[in-house]
């Protein structure tokens, strides 16, 4: 965009807001929280997971604590990697939480022989014992969801489509 002589630069700030004044009543309704899909996600996921705190309290147990042993009880001995690629989070937010398990003594790391980059992560046997004692969170749960389990199953597909990663997704890359 040229300017005339004599002519002041306009700043960025003031351009957008008079663009922004500019927008029709559609465009301004997309920024309504009613209309965010991210915040039903939000608040429904706040709402789900805290339904899990009475049954992780009493053992210090946090909800993403819990996710690990779900991936470890169905493959332990896995790569931290793994763990990451499996519940969507970065090594660095793993990483402190494998710590507090392995200080708690239910889970080990060990750096991989093949390569010492990787670190394995393994139930110890207090850790497999956990499965008996959370065995019935799940069902607990889903019978205090208020909404039917046909609902919960639509729900499930669609959120794991929403998960699915597109090509060149940063989730693709955990």
């Known amino acids: 965009m ?6 002041r630069k306009v700043p960025r700030a003031v351009r957008c807001e008079e663009e922004r004044a500019d927008m029709d ?10 209309n965010q899909l991210c915040f039903p996600l939000y608040a429904a996921s706040r709402r789900v997971v805290s339904m899990y705190t009475p049954y992780l309290k009493d053992l210090g147990l946090t909800y ?7 991936v470890l009880w169905d493959a332990d001995g896995v790569t931290v990697g793994e763990v990451c690629r499996r519940l969507y989070l970065d090594s660095g937010t793993l990483t402190p939480l494998l710590k507090n398990l ?38 607990c749960v889903g019978d205090v969801l208020p909404i039917s389990r046909e ?10 489509k929403l998960l699915e990663p597109a090509k060149g997704d940063s989730l693709s890359q955990l």
């Not at 200080?103 to 850790?127: F, P």
């Not at 609902?151 to 794991?160: K, V």
């Open 64 to 70: 993403t604590q819990y996710l690990v042993f779900l």
């Open 102 to 139: 392995e200080k708690a003594g239910w889970v080990i790391r060990n750096r991989s022989k093949e390569d010492e980059r990787v670190v394995l992560v393994s139930l110890t046997e207090a850790g497999k014992a956990l499965k008996d004692r959370l065995g019935d969170i799940p069902r």
């Open 25 to 34: 009543e559609n465009a301004s309704d997309a920024l309504k929280l009613e």
């Open 151 to 160: 609902d919960a199953r639509t729900l499930y597909g669609l959120l794991y």
């Open 2 to 7: 040229t300017r005339r002589p004599g002519e």
